[in-house]
């Protein structure tokens, strides 16, 4: 058994195709047990470990698994990240990063609090924070979202829990004063958006609330006469808001025009000031890269993996440069994965397979996953997820006469982000290096 683990462990696997693998098999590791097995019925136990080493050495037959399993189970066990055979399986716990049961992490599974479910709705999260407008006038729109504006119906449920006569809408009494109610049923509010350049009058009926009126707005925020049409709406918005603060407190009565007149003037300024500045900060043409090549006799292997969380499909690239610059080497695979951590350290792999099959001995080894890098340099792998990948990579590591690990933000790396986003979605073809697709060439 030890001999048979000895020949697998030596070869490894990474470096052999599927012809390579089935010869070692067949020729060498078979071969072991032939005379064993002439004379003595070896144990079924003995035999079932020998076929998991080998099928293991393998790697799963994909077939096989279709037969067994549904289309979804076979997705999820192909994305099972596979060290090498020193890594030992382990218990982990799923819902955190370094695998470890912790009562905060318990906890969150069972009791997903809103704040949870908020961060969930990316969408949402995008269209107000990445709002070009003042940051008051942003979080502004997160509170309208979130229904915690002190309108006077919010703040009667909360501290009363039912409505009286005084939680009506202080304009046009008619309704209890919601947020949709001040901003868009409200008679005065209808005005003003008949007064501004959307011309426009929301119903009551069907409305689906504010946050998600929002979200369908920003998905069409480029209507109307302005490049951003959703920063003009919250700043009309946050005027309503204003307005009716005034009135409340000051007693100052504004036409629908007042409101729309200062949202808009508002807006231009805003605008105006914000292209100014961007003239006045970014030179023509910045340089991105402060990427530099390594020193004579040394080789830089760049990698980097693209993930698509919702079918599990994975790419990993390689690319190799020289002192003098040059791309001396690539590789690329497409795989599927369980993370977008674990698709970064396989990347970091293939740049190793790279290394190793072109004979490579003095090697740096880049990636844009700050995590996977100081988790190899430190030796620490908490992550579960990519851990079976990263104990691979560190023990393939005294295979070099030197290496080392560092981190290059994704700007300093065109090309390998290219490839390794184009290969993903079949753009890019595998022999990539010799011939060097158009949507490359601008970034070598
Ligand atoms: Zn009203």
Same mark, same amino acid.
């Given at each position: 058994m030890e001999r048979v683990r000895n020949k697998l462990k030596g070869w490894k696997a990474k470096f052999l195709n599927h012809a390579g693998k089935e010869v070692l098999i067949k020729a060498v590791v078979q071969t072991?047990?032939?005379?064993?097995?002439?004379?003595? /019925? /070896? &144990?079924? +136990?003995?035999?079932?470990? /020998?076929? %998991?080493?080998?099928?293991?050495? *393998? %790697?799963?037959?994909?077939?096989?698994?279709?037969n067994l399993f549904s289309n979804e189970e076979v997705k999820a066990i192909m994305s099972i990240p596979i060290g090498g055979p020193l890594v030992k399986d382990s218990l982990i716990w799923a819902a955190s990063i370094d695998g470890g049961y912790s009562v905060r992490s318990g906890k969150s599974c069972t009791d997903p609090s809103p704040r949870v479910a908020l961060i969930e709705n990316k969408g949402l999260w995008r269209s107000i924070w990445g709002l070009k407008v003042l940051s008051k006038i942003r979080s502004f729109m997160w509170k309208l979202c979130h229904n915690i504006v002190p309108t006077k119906g919010i703040l009667a449920r909360r501290f009363h829990g039912a409505f009286r006569a005084s939680d009506c809408c202080p304009r046009c009494g008619n309704e209890v004063e919601s947020i949709e109610h001040l901003v868009f049923f409200c008679p005065f509010a209808q005005d003003v958006w008949r007064a501004s350049s959307f011309s426009y009058s929301p119903s009551p009926l069907g409305f689906p609330g504010f946050s998600k009126w929002w979200e369908k707005i920003f998905e069409?925020?480029?209507?109307? +006469?302005?490049?951003?049409?959703?920063?003009l709406i919250a700043f009309l918005l946050w005027a309503m808001w204003k307005s009716r603060n005034g009135f409340v407190f000051e007693g100052m009565l504004d036409s629908p025009w007042d409101v729309w007149n200062r949202a808009e003037s508002a807006f231009m300024e805003f605008s105006c000031a914000q292209s100014k500045d961007q003239r006045n900060n970014s030179p023509p043409q910045p340089k991105l890269s402060t990427w530099s090549p390594p020193l004579a006799g040394i080789t830089k292997i760049c990698c980097d993996a693209a993930f698509n969380k919702l079918t599990g499909k994975a790419a990993a690239a390689a690319v190799a440069h020289d002192s003098t610059e040059a791309i001396v080497h690539g590789n690329t695979i497409r795989f599927l994965a369980s993370s977008a951590s674990s698709a970064e350290a396989s990347a970091i792999r293939i740049g190793f397979s790279l290394a190793l099959n072109v004979g490579l001995e003095n090697v740096i080894f880049e990636s844009d996953c700050l995590g996977v890098v100081n988790r190899l340099n430190s030796g620490v792998l908490s992550a579960w997820e990519s851990a079976a990948i990263e104990e691979d990579i560190l023990s393939m590591a005294s295979l070099f006469s030197s290496f080392s690990f560092s981190?290059? &933000?994704?700007?300093?790396?065109?090309?390998?982000? *290219?490839?390794?986003? +184009?290969? /993903?979605?079949?753009?890019? &073809?595998v022999n990539w290096v010799n011939n060097v697709p158009p949507g490359l060439r601008p970034f070598l």
């Open positions: 072991i047990m032939a005379y064993v097995m002439q004379c003595f /019925l /070896l &144990p079924s +136990n003995f035999c079932d470990e /020998l076929c %998991s080493i080998v099928g293991r050495f *393998w %790697s799963y037959d994909e077939s096989k698994l279709e069409f925020r480029n209507f109307g +006469n302005f490049e951003d049409g959703s920063a981190f290059i &933000p994704r700007a300093c790396n065109r090309v390998v982000d *290219w490839v390794a986003k +184009n290969a /993903l979605n079949l753009s890019c &073809p």
